[in-house]
Structures are given as structure tokens and as C-alpha cells.
């Protein structure tokens, strides 16, 4: 069985990212896997924001039926399996990193709860990078959104960027993964769900990632690319070093359109038209790709232009 990892970037814009043309986006290893080592997927569909999009892969379940509402009490229905679920059940061992937004108004709404054996990130939509306290949705009162699977996280990660947070603990658990040849009693394949917090607002950044872009119009913007580029090299290097590449499906893929005309306007979205809350092109076509050694050999370094949607 491969190990599988779905690498979800908030907010991610369809032109905040080399392999589309914009020259002035660093993202060496994203191109890079885009020209030998990945297919591309010219037309991966979500929804139009944020929570429709995790529900719908998390279901296996078009928005329609799995929900299109955005509010914090909306959760993956009961009645619905996870793909956790499923594969924890087909012996996988089963993770998740990041941000949740599928619900967390009961325990029972929450990863922990929903199929997943390890669980660290936050509950709701956003929150802030560095201190992970959130006023949204809270009364305007600031809370600690931050969780190791079903309690509260240690305070000592406050003033630690998130995402950093995050994917040290994702490549930490990668180098556990075990290859194609391995005869070890703890050889069962990890299925990772990492739901990255950029690009989305606050717009926050490490001072060496905003540094790298000073002259950009936008330099966080930028910098929230620069991010996601290190963490797909830190995590495909893990899996490499560790020999369980070759064993590995992992895909990269956007929520929803970037949010070049909202309030944020943290996103380019070029050439495609709107951005996320709208359903043209630039809000519900989004920027993927799958790599990996489980990945048929013809396929790497091809775009697929057939369409196909997140919950597929």
C-alpha cells in the first residue's frame, strides 16, 4: 500500500507559483516537480471557499451534498465516512496537521474524532500565525485555537510561526515512513491530511521569507510562496532520505481561488477571471499537482487537462 499526503494550501492563487508563468514567485521545488517529477493538474475544481472544499474531500462528496456552508458549525456530516475513517480501517496510519475548518462545535466534530490517530493544528478558519489566537467567530474575544489531538496544545509554541510548526512535525512523522522493500512490523503506509495556514490572512510571514521579496508589490504575499515551497522541499526530502519515496502518492493542491478581489487581496490569480468567493475560473479552479515514486513514470513531468474535483 503507498503512503499517501495531501498537502491542502489555503488561499493558494493559480499565478502565485513559477510553473504558471510568474517569473518573480521562488518556488524551485514546486517547478522543479512540475518538469520531471509530477503531473500536473490543469483542472482540479474546488469549491469557492474555504470549508465547502475540506468537507468535500474529507466525504469523498460534491459541496452540494456535503455542504456549502462556511461557518464554524459547519461539519462533515455523521452519516458520512471519512477518508480517514476508510483508511485508518485498511490499516493505515492516519494523520493530520494544520488547519481543520469541518467542524469543532463538539469533540465529536474534530479530527481526533473523525478518523484521524494523531491530530495537532486549529479548529476554525484563521487565526493569528504567530500567537494562534483567534477572535473569529468568538465574540471578539481572543482564544488560543490550538490543539494536540483531543486537548489543548502546549502554550510554549506561542510566538512560533504555524506553518513552520506544522511541517516540522509532518517531516518528523515522514521519516518514520518505510519504503517499498521494508519487512519491519511497523510497516503500515501513512495517509498525512496537512492543510497548510497560508496564504491566508493574517498576512504574516517570517521576516526571511518577506525579506526575500522587499521590492515585490506585495512582499507577504510572496513570501506566503516562499513557505509553501520549503515545506514541500523539507517534506519530498524527508520521504526520499528515508526511502519511502518510491512508495508515496503525494499531492499539492489549493482549497479555492486566491483572494485577489476580497477583502484580503493576498492572491494573483492571472490569467484566469475573479478569485475565491466567486465561481468563475480564479475562484474554483485551483492550482495541483501529484508526484511521488507511486506515480506511473508516463506521468511525470505531464499535465493532465481533464477535469476533475477535489472530492475525486
Known amino acids: 500500500k503507498p503512503h499517501l499526503i495531501f498537502q491542502l494550501v489555503d488561499d493558494w492563487g493559480w499565478f502565485n507559483v513559477g510553473f504558471h508563468g510568474n517569473a518573480r514567485a521562488q518556488t524551485p521545488t514546486l517547478d522543479a516537480l512540475a518538469k520531471d517529477e509530477a503531473l500536473v493538474l490543469d483542472r482540479h475544481y474546488v469549491f469557492k471557499y474555504c470549508s465547502p472544499s475540506r468537507r468535500s474531500f474529507l466525504s469523498g462528496r460534491f459541496p452540494p451534498h456535503s455542504g456549502q456552508f462556511n461557518d464554524p458549525g459547519a461539519t462533515v456530516d455523521y452519516r458520512f465516512r471519512t477518508i480517514a475513517e476508510t483508511l485508518r480501517d485498511a490499516g493505515y496510519r492516519t494523520a493530520h496537521f494544520g488547519k481543520w475548518h469541518a467542524g469543532h462545535f463538539s469533540m465529536r466534530e474534530t479530527p481526533f474524532e473523525r478518523g484521524f490517530s494523531t491530530s495537532f493544528g486549529y479548529f476554525n478558519g484563521k487565526e493569528d500565525h504567530f500567537t494562534h489566537l483567534d477572535s473569529e467567530d468568538m465574540c471578539g474575544v481572543n482564544v488560543t485555537d490550538l490543539w494536540d489531538d483531543d486537548g489543548p496544545a502546549d502554550a ?34 501513512l495517509f498525512v491530511y496537512w492543510a497548510m495556514q497560508v496564504a491566508h490572512d493574517p498576512m504574516q510571514a517570517p521576516t526571511r521569507f518577506v525579506d526575500a521579496y522587499a521590492t515585490a508589490p506585495s512582499p507577504v504575499e510572496y513570501a506566503f510562496v516562499g513557505v509553501v515551497d520549503e515545506a514541500v522541499r523539507n517534506a519530498t526530502s524527508a520521504l526520499k532520505a528515508s526511502g519511502a519515496w518510491n512508495r508515496t502518492l503525494y499531492v499539492v493542491a489549493a482549497d479555492n481561488g486566491g483572494p485577489a478581489f476580497s477583502d484580503q487581496k493576498a492572491a494573483s490569480n492571472y490569467p484566469l477571471r475573479g478569485g ?28 493532465l487537462a481533464a477535469p476533475m474535483h477535489i472530492c475525486d
Do not use: M, N
Not at 506553518?163 to 522493500?181: C, F, H
Open 276 to 303: 475565491k468567493y466567486s465561481l468563475f475560473e480564479g475562484g474554483v479552479r485551483g492550482t495541483a499537482l501529484v508526484t511521488g515514486g507511486a506515480l506511473p513514470a508516463a506521468q511525470r513531468g505531464a499535465t
Open 156 to 189: 510554549a509554541y506561542a510566538g512560533r510561526f504555524g506553518d513552520e510548526i506544522y511541517a516540522a512535525k509532518v517531516v518528523d512523522l515522514l521519516r518514520t515512513a518505510q519504503g517499498p522493500s521494508s519487512s519491519s512490523k511497523d510497516d503500515a503506509p
